[in-house]
């Protein structure tokens, strides 16, 4: 069985940091590419970051760029998100979703997997 677990989340002031993680388990996180996503009340389920299956490559929306560093680590089958310079509107359930395709990480569609969800709330 295929689990994706994300933790780390919480509610901190503005500018403040989080870093979140993605525990995988029943899969080998290297055959994926990994991807952060996070949804709003009453919003679409939106794209924040990916990183390639080696984690040679890492992309990242504008809304986060700059702000927001994802990384893995596939020998602990790990993925993880650093939030800094945190805003109000950085404030959504977060995702992390393992996706078998590398051209395809911006769409929900495109991933197989997906965790629970970790809450971060940023108070102004």
């Known amino acids: 069985q295929v689990q994706l677990e994300e933790s780390g989340g919480g509610s901190v002031p503005t500018g403040d940091s989080l870093s979140l993680s993605c525990a995988a388990s029943?899969?080998?996180?290297?055959?994926?590419?990994m991807g952060w996503f996070r949804q709003a009340p009453r919003k679409d389920r939106e794209f924040v970051a990916a990183?390639?299956?080696?984690?040679?490559?890492?992309y990242y929306a504008d809304a986060v760029k700059g702000r927001f560093t994802i990384s893995r680590n596939n020998a602990k089958n790990t993925v993880y998100l650093r939030l800094d310079s945190l805003k109000p509107e950085d404030t959504a359930v977060y995702y992390c979703?393992?996706?078998?395709?590398?051209?395809?990480?911006?769409?929900?569609?495109?991933?197989?997997?997906w965790g629970q969800g970790t809450q971060v709330t940023v108070s102004t």
């Open positions: 979703g393992a996706s078998p395709f590398e051209g395809a990480y911006i769409y929900p569609a495109g991933y197989d997997y």
């Open positions: 029943g899969v080998s996180l290297d055959s994926y590419t």
């Open positions: 990183i390639s299956k080696t984690g040679a490559d890492t």
